[in-house]
């Protein structure tokens, strides 16, 4: 039975070491950071989100069974904490990796595509620990969620996909706990907004497709679109915040 509560969240795979084990059954060594603290994410969905330093402390205190996978594909388990291949463990710039591959077939692909660069994004599936995580709002209307307790990790991995999933149950139910409101409204004012931003980033990608001559003008372009797309977001919550004062 999956868990409700479970959170997955993508990063780059930062301070990335791979190396030959030397040992006859190992396949090589996997280093870097699967989590970095204080780092803020892309929109996950009406807010953004910062792992406080320290989060995963307790939480690898308590000796967690976890997985390093790939994709978080079970059928492709790299190494285990339970069997003493996969270490973690929290410094002040996040959660780190230290685990010995398996000599698997599928091992020596994943080992090419890490050195390529075709995989270099690092991931971890958890929940927030009880009254773990909270959100703060500035006068923008900007929401940003932080996640200062981690309450169950339960693998990591690398991947190819760098984007943020959209928000998830449990952040939504997070969100609700921290303004009041109930969840179904917190979520249906969070995919209005998805849904609006969407429709407006591709009708603008397309009208646009045509004129960006180059990477300098694309990057103008992209800037300008990430203010027009935070002023709305200021705009929404300004009239949330309205039609609240009304009910």
Same mark, same amino acid.
């Given at each position: ?105 599928? #091992?020596?692909?994943?080992?090419? =595509?890490?050195?390529? %660069? ?6 971890? +599936?958890?929940? !927030? @620990? ?39 149950? #449990?952040?939504?139910?997070?969100? =609700?706990?921290?303004? %009041? ?6 979520? +249906?004012?969070? !995919? @209005? ?55």
């Amino acid at each position: 039975m999956v868990d409700q509560d479970r959170e997955i969240r993508v990063l780059g795979l930062e301070g990335l070491e791979i190396r030959h084990s030397g040992r006859p059954n190992e396949g090589f060594t996997l280093r870097g950071y699967a989590a970095v603290y204080d780092q803020t994410s892309h929109d996950l969905g009406g807010f953004k989100e910062q792992i406080a330093q320290g989060a995963f402390d307790e939480v690898l205190a308590t000796k967690p069974d976890v997985h390093l996978t790939w994709d978080h594909d079970t059928r492709y388990v790299a190494a285990r904490t339970m069997n003493d291949t996969l270490h973690l463990s929290s410094d002040t710039h996040g959660l780190l990796i230290d685990a010995q591959v398996g000599n698997y077939t599928w #091992a020596k692909d994943l080992k090419t =595509a890490l050195e390529r %660069g075709d995989i270099n994004q690092g991931s971890f +599936a958890f929940n !927030v @620990a009880p009254d773990g995580d909270e959100f703060a709002s500035d006068d923008d209307g900007n929401v940003m969620r932080t996640i200062n307790k981690v309450g169950a990790l339960y693998d990591v991995t690398v991947t190819a996909q760098g984007a943020y999933p959209q928000t998830s149950l #449990a952040a939504v139910r997070s969100l =609700a706990k921290a303004t %009041g409101r109930p969840p179904e409204e917190v979520e +249906a004012v969070l !995919v @209005a907004e998805n849904e609006a931003a969407k429709a407006e980033a591709e009708g603008e990608s397309e009208s646009q497709r045509g004129s960006v001559e180059d990477d300098e003008e694309f990057a103008r372009w992209h800037a300008a679109m990430e203010k027009k797309f935070a002023a709305r977001r200021a705009t929404l919550a300004k009239e949330q915040e309205r039609l609240d004062k009304l009910q």
